[in-house]
Every structure is written in C-alpha cells, then in structure tokens.
C-alpha cells in the first residue's frame, strides 16, 4: 500500500479548488515536455501554498481573482472565479473583491472581470435580478450639512410620501437595503447612519443623550426638505422616532416604532452597564455572538447562516467608542409618561420573540399612543424587517394607507 505524499495531497486541493473535470484534463494530457512541470505545481502551488494554514480558502480564491484581475491573466481568472462560484462563494464577497479591484487594477480591468463573471452566472444558470441606475433604484450618498455629520442615503420616487428610515444599535443604514428598494418604487426614501455608525461623524467627547439622537435626526428631515415625513425606526431607531413624535411632532405624518421600547427595567439597567464595560475591555467581538443571537431567532440563523454570519462581520465594523456612546443614549430611554403627546397615525411592531424589546415593552407604547396600532409578528425575534420582510412592510403599507 503506497503513502500518500505532497503530490498526492496538492491533486486533493487542487481538485477541491478546480474542480475534477479540469484537473483530470491537465494532468491526462502530461507528456514528457510538461510532466515536471504538471508535478511541480501541484506539490508547490497547491500543497505548499493553497495547503498552508494561515488563510482559509475563500480569501485566498478571492486574493487569486483579485491578482488574476490586475494581470490581466483572463484565461486564469475565468478559471478561477467558475471554480469559484461552484464551490459555493458567494456572489456578493466576489463583487465586493471586483468593486476594489477597480480602484487598485483600474475600471477597465474591474470591466472586464464583471463581464466574465456575469458570462459564467448565465452558464451557471445563475439568474441576476435586475438593478436598472434609474431614480427609483439609483442609491445617492450624502452628508449633512450640519454637524456632526451624519452620512445619508437617497433614492425613490419623487411622488409619494417621503419615508426615513432609522436603524438598530451596532448597524448602519445598509440595515434597511431590501425595504428602501421596494418602498423607493413608490416613495422618496431617506436612511442615515446614527452618530457614530457606519460612514457618519465618529464619535468625540461624552457620551451621547437620545436626546442628542433625536435632534440629529429632526435636523435631517429639515435638511432633507420634504417634511412632513413618515419615520420608520427599528430598535434605538425606534426610540429616535418616539422623541421625534414628542418633541417634534411637525416633521412627522406618520410613525412606525418597531422592536423598541420607552423604559428599560432595573434589570436591564445592570445588562446595559455590563454590555459598556464589555466592549470598552474587549472591543466590539466581546458582544458580537450575544446581539446577534438577540438580534435573530434561532430559526433564522439555522435557515439563513449567511445573513447571520454578515451580521455579526456587521457589529464588529462599528466602531466601540460609538457604539458605547449610543448604548448610554438608549440605556436612559423613558418616553413612557409622554407618549400620549404623539398625535401622528402610529403603527407598533413587535416580535413575539424577542428578548431585548418584548411584546409587554410594545404593548406599553401602543396603549399610551392615541389611535396607535400594534403588530405582533410571531416567531420572530429582534430584526423583524429582515426575518420576516413580507409582513414587516405589510404592516408599514398598512400605516401609509391611513394617511
């Protein structure tokens, strides 16, 4: 019985990496000119180097098309992003290394690459859905003027009613992508990153008050200049929303409060502290495994294991300070004596699961609301909008229906 050795360890790889049609062509064609050569990168290119431990095998496809890309080796590069996407990357990690590789090997390579790459998602019988650069589906990226500076993005219809959209703690505007493309067929749709997250201002000085957060966003929508709005805040975003209806009720038409709350328990106060000092020791990886298991059911995260895993890569983005920063603001939430100042059409969202804002926490908004109307959606836990996109907008087109 013969030992396997380097040779035979490389053709492993290299059949896992190319594929065993591919493979079996180049090594049945060796001939007495190019054996050595057949032999030698399959021990050195891919035991030595595709074998080795440091980096795991979807980056190094993606450092190979990224590479392949900048040298123009095309022929290299279609074998290698066909390879690719059989063995199962996704889509959006190889546009992602497309999109830098425009900056670095220049547009006409990145051109090219996503020709070839869209030619193999046709033979693969990969359907791409369409995207067409119109003003509905066209996203704009701003800035406030004012500061600190918030980043905001636009897009939609100019009829309709204008929509603002207000996303969790820990996340960015990226948070509300599905939704503003299907609302902005129909409305003019603004999302913003909070202070702190995603392409906004980072955060300076002490901690931020969500009254702070609320002035932030009041100061958007009068920017922005199509007020009165419709307010669609999720989680901290939610909390955002309930200050603006107090505290601003001229810039609303309508709001939606999902996943929030307007008082934290005794109890939560000790987790929120805990939570803080959590990611002022250890960063944002302290907390990542835990929102994420409160942000998604378990359901969820078994069906849908790569949302969950681009979420968590999500948190561990934000930057700690402005994460810590907005932990305090939504930790001093308490709109629950004044919430029957909000006059505006009011529809409640909650999850039956969910942990961190419970039903009872929606059920104390909505019956201090006037007119307020509350959705439980069940099985679901803190991201409605994105375990269940169907129902969550269905029950927003419900509110825009009142108005």
Not at 199 to 224: C, F, K, N
Request: hydrophobic share 45%; proline share 5%; net charge neutral.
């Amino acid at each position: 019985m013969s030992r396997e050795d380097d040779f035979d360890r490389g053709l492993k790889n290299r059949r896992a990496m190319l594929g065993d049609d591919w493979v079996t062509r180049s090594t049945a064609g060796a001939n007495e000119l190019n054996a050595e050569f057949q032999a030698f990168i399959t021990r050195y290119a891919w035991h030595d180097i595709w074998g080795r431990p440091g980096l795991d095998k979807t980056t190094r496809r993606l450092l190979v098309l990224g590479m392949t890309m900048g040298l123009a080796r095309w022929e290299e590069f279609e074998l290698h992003c066909r390879a690719a996407i059989r063995g199962g990357v996704p889509l959006a990690k190889i546009k992602e290394t497309l999109m830098q590789g425009a900056i670095y090997c220049g547009v006409p390579a990145a051109n090219t690459a996503f020709k070839i790459t869209g030619e193999i998602c046709k033979a693969e019988g990969i359907v791409l859905d369409p995207a067409p650069l119109l003003p509905g589906s066209r996203v704009q990226l701003h800035h406030t003027f004012s500061r600190p500076q918030l980043r905001v993005a636009l897009q939609g219809a100019e009829q309709g009613v204008p929509l603002v959209l207000s996303h969790a703690l820990g996340l960015d505007l990226s948070m509300w992508d599905a939704f503003a493309a299907e609302f902005g067929e129909r409305h003019p749709v603004l999302r913003y990153d909070h202070r702190g997250h995603g392409g906004s201002a980072p955060h300076e000085g002490p901690p931020a008050t969500l009254d702070e957060l609320v002035d932030d966003a009041a100061r958007l929508i009068r920017e922005w200049g199509r007020g009165p709005v419709v307010f669609v805040g999720l989680s901290m975003g939610g909390m955002v929303g309930q200050g603006l209806g107090i505290r601003y009720p001229e810039l609303l038409r309508g709001l939606v409060l999902a996943n929030t709350t307007a008082h934290y328990p005794d109890v939560a106060q000790t987790a929120w502290t805990q939570r803080i000092a959590a990611v002022q020791q250890g960063g944002m990886a302290a907390v990542a495994d835990m929102v994420v298991e409160r942000y998604l059911s378990p359901e969820f995260r078994l069906a849908e294991p790569a949302f969950a895993r681009a979420l968590r890569e999500q948190l561990l983005r934000c930057d700690p300070a402005g994460y810590v920063s907005c932990c305090h603001a939504v930790r001093g939430v308490n709109w629950l004596d004044r919430l029957h100042e909000i006059r505006c059409p009011t529809r409640v969202i909650a999850g039956s699961l969910d942990q961190g804002a419970t039903p009872e926490m929606a059920r104390a908004i909505a019956e201090r609301i006037p007119g307020a109307q509350l959705e439980l959606l069940q099985g679901v836990a803190h991201l409605s909008v994105a375990e269940v996109p169907e129902r969550f907008n269905a029950a927003v087109e419900a509110l825009l229906h009142r108005l």
